[in-house]
């Protein structure tokens, strides 16, 4: 067995055993597991996110317990320690350290996720699978899917082609009655997010939780709409989701730094029985962490690349991904210890 299988192996299981021990103690298993990464966390990343993890769970009224709770009720234990696993060991830290070291050598930024618009509207599988090949031989393990009429035999394939790596797929809940969740809830790397304010949002998220499926919802903020996203938030707790994501949808810059701002509030208030993430600024602060110099990487249905500054010139459909990350995210000068 390969040492990163090993070690893989080693940590899936003290997590699996951590998992079993939630269900009759969920307050002590949560803080010792956390304890446990904080002693062999090698990584700037793991470190800050476990410390702000510890933190948290000082407090024993903290909704954050309810959120464990009603995960290790409501969801498939495998899929939890399966995304866990491929977040945070594949992503956080295997790949993170796989990011620097392809950042130092080659001179050029290494995105933590892509963010790929897929489906008949979007990149096909085809273009999707090379761009994963080609994403992970550089430490990426994360890949957020934007529904553009995505083929569920495809997706299958993308899953079952990429254990070590997961996948979200943001959908809606129109397009709910469309999947066949039977079959989608046999891959354990898979996070579907359902558009939190459509009508048909309730009953997919119900769909997903009757197959004990972790889903996320997700909710757009303009400059119009960001000063009600409290109220929003309040509303969105009632689809009973593991994770609320905000995404901003042309909201200025200004708007975007005060969302930001508010969600890391929240956070150190728990104000919400959910964990709370506001893209892309949670996706850069990881970056980062993990790289000192901060990018972000989507690519449209066209398959054109974009960056924090807007779209590009370059296009996944037809250039290589490090020669895309080569020509427009160049690693800026870094200052000398």
Known sequence: ?????????????????????????????????????????????????LTLCRNILEDEASPYYQVINRALAQFDRQSLLTLGMNLGFEGCSRGARRIR??????????????????????????????TVSEAMELGIHVFLLEDRGIDQGELEL??????????GVFTTGSRGPEWDLAGL????????????????ALAFCRALEERRMPYAVHLAYTDETAGRLPQRLQEAAELRSLLVLLYNQGASVRVQEAV??????????????????????????????????????SFLPDGTAVTTHGPTSSNIRH???????????????QPTP
């Open 1 to 49: 067995m390969r040492k990163h299988d090993l070690n893989r192996a080693m940590v899936e299981a003290t997590v699996s055993r951590a998992l079993q021990d939630m269900e009759r103690d969920s307050h002590r298993s949560a803080r010792n597991l956390v304890d446990m990464g904080l002693l062999f966390a090698r990584g700037p990343f793991e470190q800050r996110f």
């Open 101 to 130: 070291e392809i950042e130092a050598t080659q001179g050029f930024n290494v995105p933590w996720a892509l963010e790929i618009a897929a489906g008949s509207q979007g990149l096909s599988r085809v273009y999707i699978q090379r």
């Open 158 to 167: 993308l899953l079952a082609d990429n254990p070590t790596c997961a996948f």
């Open 185 to 200: 809830s046999r891959f354990h790397n898979l996070l579907m997010s359902v558009q939190g304010e459509e009508p048909l």
């Open 260 to 297: 930001q701002q508010g969600v890391q509030t929240a956070r150190t208030e728990h104000a919400y029985p959910f964990g709370l993430v506001n893209l892309p600024g949670d996706i850069l602060a990881i970056d980062e962490i993990i790289s000192s110099d901060p990018c972000r990487l």
């Open 319 to 333: 250039t290589p991904l490090a020669q895309i990350l080569q020509k427009e995210l160049p690693r800026s000068p």
